[in-house]
């Protein structure tokens, strides 16, 4: 597990209260990880509080599993 998916993934469990252990890669956002849109829209500020990059809501529109968080911060955070 890199930096960037533990960070992540605890953020998911804290704002879904799913155990950090049932939080895997391949989880789909609103399937296997429900979230108001509140909740999701703190998750993406605290990603980007933490990462230290933007992300804006035209491209958070495209996640549907961690993975898809996890590669998008780390080809931003590598840029």
Known sequence: MDQWEE????L???????????????SQINVDIVLDSLSY????????DICKIDIPLEDAA??????????????KVAA
Do not use: H, P, W
């Not at 998911?12 to 890669?25: A, F, L, Q, T, V």
């Not at 829209?41 to 980007?48: F, V």
């Not at 495209?62 to 080809?75: A, H, M, S």
């Open 62 to 75: 495209n996640f549907k599993t961690v993975e898809d968080i996890l590669t998008y911060i780390q080809k």
């Open 41 to 48: 829209a703190e998750l993406l500020m605290d990603c980007e």
């Open 12 to 26: 998911i469990s804290e704002k879904s209260g799913i155990d950090s252990s049932n939080i895997k890669r391949t």
């Open 7 to 10: 960070k992540v993934i605890s």
